[in-house]
């Protein structure tokens, strides 16, 4: 007999429930922008209203520029609004694996400036962030030595972390570390912008970019400085980047509510390939597997895939322990770099892009919105110290 939770024992919900819609948008009401139409000005237009992008704006307004920001979809539609809301510190690399691959100096900085933003970030936007810290949960002896290593570099360098044995596994737990609405953040922030001032526009595709404009379908923005803030795709709109930026699908599903699991902290297991976190309302969000299925998610396609998902989906059964339906099941197109830091250059006279996360941009992104609003505008930036190699 098929087991309550199989697929061919509830043929009442489809493959896809609620297609390609991420769980956030649940009793989350929408902050809508007007598509632009005809020509505008400003001092610069950011193009790409999620994390980064709207980080970005706020810092431009503080120095005092006239902003427009545009977005091809909606405000956090993409990357940034479609994760799986985790804050953590650090670069994608484990802390033990920056100090290899970037110096101990530099990444010593790095961390400390990621967990400054953690605390910028759920200050400014408490409603949506919960203080949880976060779980490293290893999959294999491999990666239990791994988390070792992690641990004495996390501790030499007086970073907190501890030792973690629990329900999730063996591994680390990070108590800086926290949980988020992602597009709950993105939408408290435009909203915020808007009423400082920023003109936003939402369906507003940017299509071709030059020194002091920026063409759309509906109409022409002329300003002084372009900053493309697009992390997905970032290589389609900006050729020029295809050689150090790779575009990839990374897939998600969730649940309707399960008492039958509580998890306190987000997890990261399994090198990270698989994430998950327990919402307060009991839903479980969930995203991976995109490792077993590598050369097809290398892709500009950011759709669901029925494979993938099945993937998860297994993952949730028999890892995480959740036997309620799926309820949602999505994907997002993010970037990834050819190194262990983000991209921030200027490939074209006028025009600044930052962009390759490679999976963890929620807090670096941030960061990187702010250091090329300073770059941009002053030529310089109190954040660039640690981030010099990004533009040689």
């Known amino acids: 007999m098929d087991s309550p939770t199989s697929r061919t024992d509830r043929p009442e919900l489809p493959p896809y429930p609620t297609p390609n819609s991420p769980a956030w948008t649940e009793r989350l009401a929408a902050e809508s922008f007007l598509a632009l139409g005809g020509e505008a000005q400003a001092d610069v237009c950011v193009v790409g209203l999620g994390g980064s992008g709207l980080s970005c704006i706020r810092e431009l307004l503080g120095l005092g520029q006239k902003v427009i920001g545009v977005d091809a979809g909606i405000v956090g539609g993409g990357a940034a609004g479609r994760n799986g809301g985790f804050l953590l510190a650090g670069t994608a690399a484990f802390h033990h694996k920056a100090i290899a691959g970037l110096g101990h100096s530099r990444a010593r900085d790095i961390y400390q400036l990621t967990l400054d933003e953690i605390g910028r970030i759920a200050t400014e936007t408490a409603a949506c962030v919960r203080r949880t810290g976060s779980l490293r949960i290893a999959a294999s002896d491999a990666e239990e030595r791994d988390c070792d290593l992690e641990f004495e570099a996390m501790l030499a360098d007086g970073f907190p972390v501890e030792r973690?044995?629990?329900q999730e596994g063996t591994?680390?737990?990070f108590p800086s570390d926290a949980a988020f609405n992602p597009l709950e953040r993105c939408r408290i922030l435009a909203h915020r912008l808007?009423?400082?001032g920023a003109s936003l526009h939402e369906h507003t595709r940017a299509i071709s970019l030059s020194d002091g404009e920026v063409n759309t379908a509906n109409g022409r923005i002329r300003c002084r400085k372009i900053i493309v803030a697009v992390d997905g795709k970032l290589e389609v709109l900006l050729p020029e980047l295809a050689g150090r930026i790779r575009?990839?699908?990374l897939q998600?599903?969730?649940t309707g509510p399960a008492p039958e699991v509580d998890y306190r902290y987000p997890v990261y297991r399994r090198w990270g390939y698989d994430y998950w976190q327990q919402l307060?309302?009991?839903r479980v969000v969930l995203g991976g597997c995109r490792d077993m299925f590598e050369t097809s998610e290398w892709t500009l396609d950011s759709e669901p895939t029925e494979e993938v998902q099945d993937c998860i989906e297994s993952v949730l059964r028999t890892v995480v322990g959740v036997q309620q339906p799926v309820t949602r099941r999505w994907a997002a197109s993010v970037a990834y770099s050819d190194g262990i830091l983000p991209v921030m250059e200027?490939?074209?006279?006028?025009?600044?892009?930052?962009g390759g996360y490679?999976?963890?941009?929620?807090?670096i992104g941030a960061i990187y919105g702010r250091m090329v609003a300073q770059m941009a505008v002053t030529g310089t930036s109190e954040l660039r110290a640690a981030f010099t190699e990004l533009s040689e």
């Open 280 to 282: 307060p309302d009991g």
């Open 164 to 166: 973690y044995e629990g």
């Open 346 to 354: 200027q490939p074209r006279p006028g025009v600044w892009a930052i």
């Open 358 to 363: 490679n999976g963890t941009g929620n807090v």
């Open 247 to 249: 575009t990839a699908r």
């Open 194 to 196: 808007a009423q400082e």
């Open 252 to 254: 998600m599903l969730s």
């Open 171 to 173: 591994g680390l737990y």
